[in-house]
């Protein structure tokens, strides 16, 4: 299994910027994909962004050319580089490892982080 541990969350203004942390431990080699989901109060919770072992990246529309996803791949660790950010990036921030459990592709999540922006 893998275990993520978020950190990094806050309350700014708009048109400021944040950086989160995700670390991995556990089943390290098995990860496939890391990325960023985020949950708004009554939405769904949706991809933010993934980057992929293979060095592949994707983000959503929302936030292409404002947010970056960074991978540290020494430390185990994800980042999300959020600036611009607007008020509808409130959201609690999820990070997420795709991983093998043997043939089958699992998904794990962190406790998340709360993130906040004022206008």
């Known amino acids: 299994q893998v275990q993520l541990v978020e950190s990094g969350g806050g309350l700014v203004q708009a048109g400021g910027s944040l950086r989160l942390s995700c670390a991995a431990s556990?089943?390290?080699?098995?990860?496939?994909?890391m990325g960023w989901y985020r949950q708004a109060p009554g939405k769904q919770r949706e991809l933010v962004a993934k980057?992929?072992?293979?060095?592949?990246?994707d983000y959503q529309d929302s936030v292409k050319g404002r947010f970056t996803i960074a991978t540290d791949n020494a430390n185990n660790t994800v980042y999300l580089l959020m600036n611009s950010l607007k008020p509808e990036d409130t959201a609690v921030y999820y990070c997420?490892?795709?991983?093998?459990?043997?043939?089958?592709?699992?998904?794990?999540y962190g406790q998340g982080t709360q993130v906040t922006v004022s206008s």
């Open positions: 997420n490892a795709d991983y093998f459990h043997g043939t089958l592709l699992m998904g794990s």
């Open positions: 556990g089943s390290i080699s098995s990860i496939n994909a």
């Open positions: 980057s992929t072992r293979g060095g592949n990246t």
